[in-house]
Each structure stands twice: as C-alpha cells, then as structure tokens.
C-alpha cells in the first residue's frame, strides 16, 4: 500500500488561515517570527521578578505580545551599563587607585564594595523597580 503524502503547509480557501503539518495534525501557522532569544542576565530576572509581583498586566501585556524576552533584555543591558559607569564614577571620585590595591587590599575591596553597594541601590531605584 501506498503512503499517503501529506503537503507540510496547506491554505483553507474559505478562511485565508495557512495551516502547517505537524505529526499528523495541521495546526494555525504563525505568520509571525518566534521571538528571539536574547540572554537575560541578574537584572533582567529581577526586573522579571518585580513584574511578576507587582507590574501584573505589564508583564501579562508583554508576555502575550512575544515581547518580553526582548524588553528584559534591554532593561538588562541598560542596568548593567548604569551600574559599571556608577562604579567607575564613583571610584574614580573617592580617589580608589590601582595604587590602592597594591597597597592595602583589604582596604581597596571595602571601599570598592561600599561603591559597587551604592551603584546597585541607584540601579535598582532608576531601573529596575520604576
């Protein structure tokens, strides 16, 4: 007996809905394009967290759109490019050296985590919970 060739994707005349073969049913063809994955790094997922606690149609809103992945994204990339130029800034005005480091480490992290501590508090008031 003879297979039966089944076309992977088929147009209902009637309705204009192009259907696609997948295993033995046609299901609805998306005619959009899948959402690209980008990379969600620590401030992306808090941000997640945040409108998932708190922001719940925005982040119902951007999960039905297929535009979250790229929105936490971009709130990741914005953070951490805040945050590394807080720190420089803020390092940079207290006057903590590589001089420093190579003198007194102890003292060189203490004061870089009090700035990096400060950066991350600003961060989180400017982007991720606004």
């Known amino acids: 007996m003879e297979a039966l060739m089944m ?31 980008r990379p969600i790094g620590v401030w992306g997922q808090r941000h997640l967290r945040y409108l998932k606690k708190h922001r719940r149609v925005r982040y119902a809103n951007l999960l039905t759109s297929g535009e979250l992945n790229a929105y936490l994204a971009d709130i990741d990339r914005q953070a951490e490019e805040l945050f590394l130029r807080l720190v420089k800034q803020m390092a940079d005005a207290e006057g903590i050296t590589e001089t420093l480091k190579a003198s007194d480490q102890m003292k060189w992290v203490r004061r870089m985590n009090s700035c990096r501590d400060r950066a991350t508090e600003i961060v989180y008031h400017q982007v991720i919970y606004a």
Request: net charge negative; hydrophobic share 25%.
């Open 7 to 37: 076309e992977k994707y088929i147009t209902d005349e009637r309705t204009g809905l192009k259907y696609e073969l997948v295993g033995d049913y046609y299901l609805i063809a998306g005619d959009d394009e899948p959402e690209e994955e």
